[in-house]
């Protein structure tokens, strides 16, 4: 791979280049909002990526690759982290005689996302190492340090970035080379990878002596930086932070932190005691100034209104001032919608006009709540639509409980619904329930991406499709209907009226390839269609 | 010659318009200029149909890939009904530059007007005519260069036979 030696990059694309570079064998994740871009740049650069169902089969999925002694990335958004936490704690028990390295693509300020949540906790919780990027310059060269903190100490190592360090294009102009990486391999150890009790319970303290060392690895770490100011303010940032604050308090000492998880207390001791006004610099959560302040250190943490949103170079300045005033609200541009010939159109204007009670799910479906349909009435995490609708038929009495439908897309479905398909089926309500899956042939709202629905793989090719109705069936679903609402909404109206009334468990498959993804859909088709002629021709089939 | 502060250009429309491939293409054009660049946006929700900006900033050395509220030295809109949710964004001595600036009736691709107003851009803005040109070809596809390199030069000319906002 030959790449020039200064590069306009964004983020995920630095992740991306510096996981080539490094030999990484295998990206996989599931699309998100800021991260989705890591795993396609990947692929373009020419390595193995692959949209997993959902991030805790990705994070399985890389955690077995790296116990073969490989190194791996494995890419969500924050919310994709809770997802995957399950093995994420256990895998920091078992370590990994590889290299792997879980990204974080966290969302302050909710550009694309459900929550604003911090995952920085995570990092603590499960006991990872994490660091943390101001740029694209530091995405690339942390995500070859977390591959060789990862193999140094055999951990699962957390790349924690943001929206705004994701998807913003910064100049790239030093690419290092790391040292290459070793032929995969496995070798037996029972008592470091099989965690029952009797294992895990060494396997902790393992893990925290780990974390010691590297904590005092970490108190001279190249990943921490001082930047020597005026003695009267302190500054101690990580991550974007870092560079609004740079901006807004030009003359000021920083301590920039590239790794926040194991922090090297002795190094932000002797910063605080340098200084005399150190105030942390953090957006989210005040996680960093609690964790310093719980070592004795006193540190200024920001004020509680900076806690919500995204900073800037204004915010951080209110911060240094104490000013909590709200600022006031930007003018309101024009909010997102629906796309003109959507076919999910079809499908909200009758669930509005029926009144129907609708648990909604993650996707570009959500739309559906803002005029003129307003025709969601809950929206929680991926795949909640099915356990929500299944818990309000059980409480609301039967006349109520009729008006509620789940609506979930497909690429949610696959996420996260198949399992709320299962409950329904085993813990059915009295009034049955309905399910519409909107299936618009495609991960939308995340710019088209390829899932186990579509039978196509994240490069496009062909592979094995999940068939809905057949899944649904095999469960004992008596009434599976596949419908277009586009061609023909009175008939999906009525045939949902008649499912509402039924008192049986329906599944409803509105299917309509989303407007944006149909001709490159065709186009995919053809392709899969030409080469499956040739492979016969040539007598490989 | 260098400006020796940052430049901070903020770009918006409505999704669809190209605002984020005309900050790729100023961006790109900043940086093989020998600037430090740094821009940013937002992607997903916006892209349906929503209000789309894109900021952009270029000097000596850059931090915060935002550009502080307020501080635009010029606002870019492409389409009239996101000047005023953009406003506020300008500095109070900065430069708005919107469609009324071109003959609209010169552009023959619609689709180019986005290309046109970096043209008008350029005009203010300290960065060599090839960098533009070689930012512009490697942006696009080649089956479009013609039509866009007519349309900056269109607005490159825009700018010289109108008085300024200012």
């Excluded at chain 1, 490094?22 to 994740?29: N, Q």
Aim: aromatic share 6%.
């Amino acid at each position: 791979m030959i790449v020039p030696d200064r590069l306009l990059l964004s983020g995920n694309e630095a992740v991306a280049l510096a996981a080539r570079k490094a030999g990484v064998i295998l990206g996989t994740g599931y699309p998100g909002t800021p991260s989705t871009e890591i795993l396609e740049e990947f692929h373009r650069l020419g390595g193995r990526s692959q949209w997993a169902p959902n991030e805790k089969v990705a994070l399985e999925v890389g955690l077995g690759a790296s116990l073969a002694h490989s190194r791996v990335i494995v890419t969500m958004k924050h919310v994709g982290v809770n997802v995957a936490a399950d093995p994420l704690f256990t895998a920091a028990y078992t370590g990994t005689p590889g290299a792997l390295v879980v990204i974080s693509a966290d969302d302050p300020g909710m550009a694309s996302s459900q929550n604003e949540q911090d995952n920085r906790h995570f990092a603590v919780a499960a006991g990872l190492p994490m660091l943390e990027p101001s740029s694209s310059q530091e995405a690339f060269d942390f995500t070859l340090a977390a591959i060789e903190i990862s193999e140094r100490w055999h951990l699962p190592v957390l790349l924690r970035m943001t929206t705004r360090v994701c998807h913003s294009k910064t100049i790239v102009h030093s690419l290092r080379t790391p040292h290459p990486a070793s032929h995969p391999f496995f070798e037996e150890d029972i008592p470091s990878l099989v965690m029952i009790p009797a294992y895990a319970r060494p396997a902790h303290r393992k893990l925290r002596a780990r974390l010691a060392d590297i904590a005092g690895w970490n108190e001279t770490s190249p990943l921490n930086q001082i930047i020597e100011g005026d003695s009267g303010l302190g500054i101690i940032t990580s991550g974007i932070s870092y560079q609004h604050a740079r901006e807004a308090a030009p003359g000021a000492s920083f301590l920039k932190l590239g790794m926040t998880c194991p922090l090297p207390f002795d190094k932000i001791k002797t910063f605080v005691e340098s200084v005399e006004r150190c105030l942390v610099i953090e957006e989210g959560d005040p996680w960093l100034a609690d964790a310093i302040r719980a070592e004795g250190i006193p540190v200024e943490r920001k004020l509680h209104e900076f806690r919500f949103g995204e900073l800037d170079v204004e915010r951080v300045r209110r911060i240094i001032e104490g000013d909590a005033t709200p600022a006031p609200p930007p003018p309101g541009g024009r909010p997102p919608q629906l796309c003109t010939g959507c076919p999910h159109r079809s499908v909200f204007e009758i669930l509005r006009d029926l009144h129907c009670i609708v648990a909604g799910d993650i996707g570009c479906y959500t739309l559906g709540v803002l005029p003129p349909f307003q025709a969601m009435d809950t929206c929680v995490c991926m795949g909640a639509s099915i356990g929500v609708g299944l818990g309000l038929r059980h409480a609301l009495p039967p006349e109520e409980a009729r008006r509620v439908v789940s609506v979930i897309g497909d690429s949610t479905f696959v996420h996260s619904g198949l399992t709320g398909l299962v409950e329904m089926v085993y813990n059915r309500p009295e009034t049955g329930h309905v399910v519409i899956i909107l299936d618009n042939g495609t991960t939308a709202m995340t710019g088209l991406q390829e899932h186990p629905g579509t039978g196509r793989t994240l490069e496009h090719s062909p592979t094995g499709k999940v068939n809905f109705e057949e899944f649904a069936r095999s469960l004992g679903i008596g009434r599976v209907q596949t419908m277009d609402p586009t061609r023909d909404p009175a008939s999906f109206e009525k045939a949902l009226v008649e499912n509402l009334q039924s008192d049986d468990l329906v599944l409803m498959i509105a299917r309509k390839p989303c407007l944006l993804a149909a001709s490159k859909i065709r186009e995919y088709e053809r392709a899969a269609q030409e080469l499956m002629a040739c492979d016969c021709a040539h007598g490989e089939n | 010659m260098m400006p020796d502060s940052v430049i901070n250009v903020v770009l918006a429309g409505i999704g669809g318009q190209g605002v984020l491939k005309a900050s790729d293409i100023l961006s790109d054009a900043a940086f093989r200029a020998g600037y430090d660049v740094k821009k940013s946006e937002i992607h997903g929700m916006s892209q349906r149909g929503g209000s789309v900006s894109s900021d952009v900033r270029f000097g000596p050395e850059v931090f915060s890939p935002m550009v502080p509220p307020g501080c635009a030295d010029f606002l870019v809109v492409l389409e009239e009904t996101q000047v005023e949710p953009n406003r506020h964004r300008l500095h109070p001595e900065g430069v708005l530059i919107e469609l009324s600036f071109l003959d609209k009736a010169k552009i023959s691709n619609r689709k180019s007007l986005n290309v046109a107003l970096l043209g008008v851009l350029s005009g203010y803005l300290d960065i060599e005519i090839s960098f533009w040109l070689e930012a512009i070809r490697a942006g696009l596809p080649e089956n479009l260069h013609e039509v866009n390199l007519t349309s900056f030069e269109i607005g490159r000319q825009a700018i010289g036979s109108m008085t300024r906002a200012d």
